[in-house]
């Protein structure tokens, strides 16, 4: 094949359509727990978190809601994916192996939001990598509020299904936290516990919670059914669990969205110094984003540690 734009052309057609095909086939679990936010800017602020705001009755002035003095900023950082087609391989028509390596860059494009929201849910207990809008980790124990005692949506225990009294130590208690939460003003948010997040250890434990009609001693189980069941070989804990709320406005978490991935061809000057260089022509992926923390009050996490 003589090297030229028409048959450089041809190869970025073929490769975005291999990249394309498998970024649509590859499965992805981020959005059953993290809202996607369209970020326009470098960094998005977050403090109106801490004002959340919900209807109250209209007595004499308005009530403005201020912002949080804590700034919960988050930048967006720049991810990339770069595919070199030597030119010795486009003139011997020696191509099948960029096709590969475009549909594996699809499937890794796919799966970057999930990398990210995990990443962040990994950290969540963390006060240092896990920061939320009111400063603290994201899950813990003193959560601030305003106008209301500081609440906690931490817990400890490990999550069981071999006894009625042990599921309601732990998936019952959590559930029960999570739908007591209340806001700034000590009013209930009004989540609910649809969403039980585990790690593969935990699969089986879960899916006897929310599937089984009885549970280990031959009890009635009344969390059947209580939520969705979702695993994640990307939680980096074997015992930590979580029971999400995801029915409202904002899911616990954020993946915050600056730029999609997409395959671009290399079209600039360099390329042509690259080629005469190395022999070489590039393709690739870049996209700019980050995982962010919604609502502490619409997640309950334990790290299974008792």
Same mark, same amino acid.
């Given at each position: 094949?003589?090297?030229?734009? =028409?048959? #450089?052309?041809?190869?970025? !057609? ?19 727990? /993290?809202? %996607? ?13 801490? !004002? ?9 002035? @308005?009530?403005?809601?201020? +912002? ?22 486009? $003139? ?5 192996? &960029?096709?590969? $390596?475009?549909?594996? /860059? ?9 990398? #990210?929201? &995990? ?31 500081? &609440?906690?949506?931490?817990?400890? /225990? ?6 009625? =009294? ?8 959590? !559930? ?9 003003? *000590?009013?209930?948010? *009004?989540?609910? =516990?649809?969403? %039980? %997040?585990?790690?593969? =250890? +935990?699969?089986?434990? *879960? ?7 009885? #549970? ?6 009344? &969390?059947?059914?209580?939520?969705? +069941? ?32 997409? %395959?671009? $061809? ?7 110094? !690259?080629?005469?260089? @190395?022999?070489?022509? #590039? ?7 980050? /995982?962010?923390?919604?609502?502490? $009050? ?9």
């Amino acid at each position: 094949m003589i090297v030229n734009k =028409a048959a #450089l052309d041809g190869i970025f !057609r073929n490769l975005r359509a291999e990249f394309n095909s498998a970024y649509a086939e590859a499965a992805v679990t981020w959005m059953a727990i /993290a809202t %996607l936010v369209s970020s326009s800017t470098a960094r998005e602020d977050y403090r109106w978190f801490s !004002r959340f705001p919900q209807m109250r009755r209209w007595v004499g002035e @308005r009530t403005i809601k201020s +912002l949080s003095a804590f700034g919960y900023n988050v930048p967006n950082e720049d991810f990339e994916s770069t595919i070199a087609v030597l030119r010795n391989d486009i $003139q011997d028509d020696n191509l099948g192996i &960029y096709a590969t $390596q475009a549909r594996g /860059a699809g499937i890794s494009a796919k799966l970057w939001p999930d990398e #990210l929201v &995990y990443e962040a849910v990994n950290n969540a207990f963390d006060a240092a990598k896990g920061k939320c809008h009111d400063g603290k980790a994201f899950f813990a124990a003193d959560h601030p509020l305003s106008g209301a005692p500081a &609440y906690s949506n931490l817990l400890t /225990a490990q999550l069981k299904a071999d006894s009625l =009294a042990n599921a309601m130590a732990s998936f019952g208690k959590a !559930r029960t936290r999570l739908e007591t939460m209340t806001d700034e003003e *000590g009013r209930p948010m *009004g989540t609910t =516990a649809n969403v %039980l %997040l585990v790690p593969p =250890a +935990l699969r089986d434990t *879960g899916s006897i919670l929310l599937n089984s009609d009885r #549970l280990g001693q031959n009890e009635p189980n009344p &969390y059947k059914g209580a939520a969705e +069941l979702v695993v994640s070989p990307r939680l980096t804990s074997a015992t930590a669990w979580f029971v999400l709320h995801t029915m409202g406005v904002l899911k616990p978490f954020i993946f915050q969205q600056r730029q999609a991935p997409e %395959l671009v $061809q290399q079209m600039d000057p360099a390329m042509h110094e !690259r080629a005469f260089m @190395r022999k070489e022509y #590039l393709f690739g992926v870049d996209s700019r984003g980050a /995982a962010a923390y919604g609502l502490p $009050q619409c997640a309950v996490g334990s790290d299974g540690s008792t």
